[in-house]
């Protein structure tokens, strides 16, 4: 196992596989949404496979001929209106998550998500879950010229709204994107192995740094 041992000031989060288990309530979105459109569904396995590119690719990948089946639109609109009303209904923050960030905030760290969840879903996820401790949150919003991941656009952003330089800043996420991500920022990447991808897949994708449990983070 590789571990920082610098002291990071500053974490920039992933939110879904990082900080939430929020698998099942997305798989019950995607299903609900290929069920009223007649298409089959996905297993739980599948959808974790999908899931880390924003909305739109998860349901690329979930519709039958992705975008070129003529029902793509309606299913991924019956998706979003589906899960912002269920987002919370089985979604919990992994065993540890709320006492890392409680003793990060403690010792006077800054904390920030940055996620390709859309930006409606990732406020509210972190409001209702995070209130005391993540001071930014910033979703998929490219209409306000901000790109997806593995763009740095949220990571700067993010930054830029912490008051923060990239100096002391540190990147945890649970997939590949989020180590091209933390790559473009010119950020350190920890990648977390309680989420979403196995040691293997993170390793085989360039994972430096991994942790197994929120705890080590602490000593990172």
């Known amino acids: 196992m590789h571990t920082a041992n610098e002291f990071f000031s500053t974490y920039i989060?992933?939110?879904?596989?990082?900080?939430?288990?929020?698998?099942g309530?997305?798989?019950?979105?995607?299903?609900?949404?290929?069920?009223?459109?007649?298409?089959?569904?996905?297993?739980?396995?599948?959808?974790?496979?999908?899931?880390?590119n924003g909305v739109r690719r998860l349901m690329q990948r979930a519709v039958p001929q992705g975008e070129?089946?003529?029902?793509?639109?309606?299913?991924?609109?019956?998706?979003?209106?589906?899960?912002?009303?269920h987002q919370m209904d089985t979604t919990r923050p992994y065993p540890g998550i709320e006492e890392m960030l409680h003793q990060l905030r403690g010792r006077g760290c800054r904390?920030?998500?940055?996620?390709?969840?859309?930006?409606?879903?990732t406020e509210q996820l972190c409001r209702h879950f995070f209130a005391d401790t993540i001071e930014v949150a910033i979703?998929?919003?490219?209409?306000?010229?901000?790109?997806?991941?593995?763009?740095?656009?949220?990571?700067?952003?993010?930054?830029?709204?912490?008051?923060?330089?990239?100096?002391?800043?540190?990147?945890?996420?649970d997939s590949d994107v989020d180590i091209l991500t933390a790559r473009n920022a010119q950020l350190?990447?920890?990648?977390?192995?309680?989420?979403?991808?196995s040691r293997h897949f993170l390793?085989?994708?360039?994972?430096?740094?991994?942790?197994?449990?929120p705890h080590q983070l602490l000593n990172s």
Request: net charge negative; aromatic share 8%.
């Open 68 to 85: 070129e089946n003529p029902l793509f639109p309606q299913a991924l609109e019956a998706f979003r209106t589906y899960y912002l009303e």
């Open 111 to 121: 904390v920030a998500v940055v996620s390709n969840k859309f930006q409606t879903a």
């Open 139 to 173: 979703g998929e919003n490219e209409a306000a010229g901000i790109h997806r991941k593995p763009a740095p656009d949220t990571v700067i952003e993010a930054l830029r709204r912490l008051g923060v330089t990239a100096e002391g800043a540190v990147y945890v996420g």
């Open 13 to 23: 989060f992933d939110l879904d596989g990082t900080l939430l288990d929020t698998l």
């Open 188 to 197: 350190p990447c920890i990648s977390v192995l309680w989420g979403f991808r």
């Open 203 to 213: 390793l085989q994708h360039g994972a430096t740094r991994l942790v197994d449990n």
């Open 25 to 52: 309530d997305l798989a019950a979105a995607v299903n609900h949404a290929l069920r009223c459109h007649g298409m089959p569904e996905r297993t739980v396995d599948e959808v974790r496979c999908f899931v880390g």
